[in-house]
C-alpha cells in the first residue's frame, strides 16, 4: 500500500488520476483548478466542480459528465459518479473503499489520524503565559486549551513539537504582588496557592488606588475632574468593601502597612531591584511566582495539560543581558530614539515600507503606532523583554513560531515580529505566528484581576464536573463510577466547547450548550464513543472482520467519514484550525447515532454482515478516541 496513513488520499489520488486522463484526452489543462472537495449532504460524498475548469458553462456540463462516467467506470474506490449541472459528484464504494479503510485503520489503531507532513518542521508552541499574581481564569482556561489542543494537533501532522510557558515575573504587576506579599507574609491560609496570590495582589492594587485618588482629590480644581476621581473611587471603594468581606485580617495588614509609607514608592523599588537581580527582591518576588505557578500546575496537571518548559522572564531575557542585546541591536537599526529618557522603537517608521507589510503580513490598514521599550527610570517594558524571549525561542533552532495569545494584543504581535525584523532577523519575523484568541464571556460576569473579579478555571471545572455528575445521576450512573466519569464528561465538555467554536470568535459560554447531551458537544460525542464501545463488548465471541461485498449502501457514510479523518487531521494542523476536529467529531458521531438507531449491527441477517458491522462500528470507536485525544478529552468508559 502506498500510503499506510490514509486511505481517503489513496481515493483522491486515484480520482485525480483518472480526472486528468480525462482532460488530457479533452485538451483541457489540469491546472491547480482541478480540485477534489467534499459534496454537500444530498449529494454525495466528494465532488469536482467543472465551472472552475472551463469559463464556458456548456462545456462545465459535458466535462463534468464525461468525469462521472469515467469515474464510475474506471475507478475502483468509487461506487458511483453522477453529473448534476457543472458538478460530478461521487459516492464511494461501500465494498472496496470499506475494505481499505479497515485495513488502514487496523494497521494504525491508537495512532490512526496520524498523518505526516512531507516537510515536517521544529515547532514552537507558547500558550498560556499567565502572569503570576492571581489564578488561571476563564479566557486563560481557552487559551490553555486551544494551545494543548494545536501542539496535539501538529504532532499528529508529524511535526516536532515543543510547548512553552512564559512566566512573567519582571514588571509592575508582579511587584503589586510581592509589595502585598511582603505584609502578609506571615499569615497562613487554607487555599490553593495561586489563589492567595490572587487574593493578595487584588487587596494591594485596592489599597494602593484608593490612596492614590485620593490624593488626586485633594488636589484637583476642576469640577468635572474631581466628578471623575470621585466614580474611580467609588468603584475602588466597593471592591474594598468586597476584599474585606472576603478575608479582613489579610486586608487590614496590607492597608494597615500602607498608612506608614508610600506604597507606590516601595513597589517601583521592588521592580527596579529585581530587574537588576538584587538579592533581597529576588527572594521575595520569586517566593510570589513561585507560589502561584504552583497553582497553576495544579489547575493544568487536573486538566491533562503540561509543559515542555517553563520560561521564567527573569533569567531568560533580563539577568542574562538578552535584553540589552536587542536594544543594543535595535539602536544600530535606526529605528530607536531617546524621548525624555525613555528608548521607543519607530515601529510605525518601518511598517510605512509596504515591503515590511508584505513580508510580515500586516494589513495596509493595520495601524502601527510606536513603542516605549525603557522608561525614564530605566526600568524596561513588558514589550523590550518579549522582543528578547522572541529572539531566544528562535535560537533553539525552531522554524516557526506559534504564540497563543489573545487577539487584543494583535499590536503587540506586530512591533514584536517588526523589531525581529529591523534588527536583521528577517527569517524568524517571518516564522513567528500570532494564534489569536478572542475572549470567552459568562452572561452576568464581568471580570478584573486587578479587583479580584473573575471565575477562575478551578471554578469552573469543579462546577462543571457537579453540573455533569448531577445528570450523569439522572442517567442511572451509580455512585461509585459518578466521580471518575463525571470528570471526564465535564472537564470534557469544557474543552469541546472552547475548541468547536473557531478562536477567532467570541465565545459565549453557557451551561445548557456546554453541557447539552444530545447534541454537538462534548458530552454528545462521549456518549456516541460509549454506545459503540458497549456494543463491541456485547459482541461477546463474534469478532470484527471485513469480507468482500460485506459492507453495503447503508455503511457508506460512515465509511467515508471514517476515512475522512487524516484528511481533517492534516487540514487541522495544515491551517492552524483546531475547531476541524470537534466539528468533525459531531458528524462523525450523529452519523453512528443514526447507524446504530436504524441499522441492526449485532443482529444482522447474515454473521459476515454483523462482523462488519462490528469492524465498523470498532473503526468509528478508534476515530472517536483518537479524535478526542487530539482534544485532549479523555473518553469515559461508562455513560
Known sequence: MENVYSAHSLLVDEILSIAKSVLSERGVEASAELVVERAPPERGDLTINAYRLTRDERRAVELAAQLSEALARNARLVGTAKSEGGFANIEVNPGTYGRLVWKVVSDMGENYGFNPHPKPMRILVEHTSANPVHPLHVGHLRNCVVGDALARILRARGHSVEVHFYVDDVGLQMSYAAYG????????????????????????????????????????????????????????????????????????????????????????????????????????????????????????????????????????????????????????????????GALVFEANKLAEDPEVRRRLAIPASFAVTPLILVRSDGTTLYAARDIAYSTWKFQRGVDKVINVVGAQQALEQVHVRLALYAMGYVREAESMVHFAYEMVTLPGTKMSGRRGRFVSADELIEEAIKRAGEELAKRGLEPAENRDVAEKVGIGAVKFAML??????????????????????????????????????????????????????EERKLLFLVGYFPEVVAKAADELKVELIPQYLNELALAFNKYYDEVPILKAEREEKARARLALTLMVAITLENGMRLLGIEPPSRM
Open 500 to 553: 468547536s467554536v473557531s478562536p477567532s470568535r467570541p465565545l459565549v459560554f453557557t451551561w445548557d450548550k456546554v453541557l447539552d447531551f444530545e447534541r454537538n458537544s462534548g458530552p454528545f460525542v462521549q456518549y456516541a464513543y460509549v454506545r459503540a464501545r458497549s456494543v463491541l463488548r456485547k459482541a461477546g465471541s463474534l469478532k470484527p472482520e471485513v469480507t468482500e461485498g460485506a459492507f453495503g449502501s
Open 181 to 340: 506579599f511582603e505584609k502578609v507574609r506571615g499569615l497562613k491560609r487554607n487555599m490553593k496557592p495561586d489563589h492567595f496570590v490572587g487574593l493578595v495582589y487584588a487587596i494591594t492594587n485596592a489599597v494602593v488606588n484608593i490612596r492614590v485618588l485620593q490624593k488626586k482629590r485633594e488636589t484637583a480644581v476642576d469640577p468635572d475632574e474631581r466628578a471623575r476621581i470621585d466614580r474611580e473611587l467609588s468603584d475602588w471603594l466597593w471592591v474594598a468593601k468586597e476584599l474585606m468581606e472576603r478575608d479582613e485580617e489579610l486586608f487590614a495588614a496590607i492597608a494597615e502597612a500602607a498608612k506608614s509609607e508610600e506604597p507606590l514608592e516601595r513597589i517601583y523599588a521592588i521592580n527596579r531591584a529585581y530587574e537588576a537581580g538584587e538579592r533581597w527582591a529576588v527572594e521575595l518576588v520569586r517566593e510570589v511566582a513561585t507560589l502561584c505557578v504552583e497553582g497553576f500546575k495544579q489547575t493544568l496537571s487536573k486538566i491533562g495539560v503540561f509543559f515542555d518548559s517553563w520560561d521564567w522572564e527573569s533569567e531568560i531575557t533580563v539577568w542574562s543581558g538578552l535584553t540589552a542585546e536587542v536594544l543594543r541591536r535595535l539602536g544600530k537599526s535606526g529605528f530607536l530614539r531617546e524621548e525624555g
